[in-house]
């Protein structure tokens, strides 16, 4: 049964940096589509960051130059480099094995 566990996330100050991992288990992650959304305080979910099989990746245009999306298929492993935090970045941010599976999320607070 496919698993993915993210890791990383807690309370910085604006400025600030953190970077998200992802693990999965099973067999299907160097095949998969993966992606980082985020839901903040009444908002809905959306996508951050996406990095498919051939490494091509996709931004949001609100974190774009500030946050790196990548991915290392021997540990079945993506991540998302996330600098220069700003308040608004404040979510819960859930991987995502692009129609397939979600994590459990994991909490982003950023202080100003």
């Known amino acids: 049964q496919v698993q993915l566990v993210e890791s990383g996330g807690g309370l910085v100050k604006a400025g600030g940096s953190l970077r998200l991992s992802c693990v999965a288990s099973?067999?299907?992650?160097?095949?998969?589509?993966m992606g980082w959304y985020r839901q903040g305080p009444g908002k809905q979910r959306e996508l951050v960051a996406s990095?498919?099989?051939?490494?091509?990746?996709t931004y949001a245009d609100s974190v774009k130059g500030r946050f790196t999306i990548s991915r290392d298929n021997a540990r079945k492993t993506v991540y998302l480099q996330m600098s220069d935090l700003k308040p608004e970045d404040t979510a819960v941010y859930f991987c995502?094995?692009?129609?397939?599976?979600w994590g459990q999320g994991t909490q982003v607070t950023v202080s100003s």
């Open positions: 099973g067999s299907a992650f160097s095949i998969s589509a």
């Open positions: 995502c094995m692009i129609g397939r599976l």
């Open positions: 990095i498919n099989s051939a490494y091509s990746t």
